[in-house]
Nanobody, 127 residues
């Protein structure tokens, strides 16, 4: 599995960014893909996750109502639309993938240790 993120950048508080994660080697109907973030000096935190090919979606409480995770299976891409960004959203954002046995991410999200494949990360800075 290979994951490539894009879409990070610098925005003012209240602004929006749309992150993309293009995957290769992820099988439709067998993988959970998630977005995680890590700020300096802090542990990696799960932000959102989606079951590829299904409707199972999870969010960490701090982003509910502001962030939306979605998938485009034709493009092998998962998106994270981030609206109403806050300075506390500043972090390196990572895309991750993990094969799962059930059609849900509930058994592994939000624990980053349960995800085995990672992208290189994209920086999001909110001022």
């Amino acid at each position: 599995v290979q994951l490539v993120e894009s879409g990070g950048g610098s925005v003012q508080a209240g602004g929006s960014l749309n992150l993309s994660c293009t995957a290769s080697g992820v099988t439709y109907g067998r993988y959970c893909m998630g977005w995680f973030r890590q700020a300096p000096g802090k542990e990696r935190e799960g932000v959102a996750a989606i079951y590829i090919g299904g409707s199972s979606i999870f969010y960490v409480d701090s982003v509910k109502g502001r962030f939306t995770i979605s998938q485009d299976n034709a493009k092998n891409t998962v998106y994270l639309q981030m609206n109403n960004l806050k300075p506390e959203d500043t972090a390196m954002y990572y895309c991750a993938a993990q094969a799962v046995g059930a059609p849900t991410c509930g058994g592994i999200f939000p624990l980053y240790r349960h995800f085995g494949s990672w992208g290189q990360g994209t920086q999001v800075t909110v001022s």
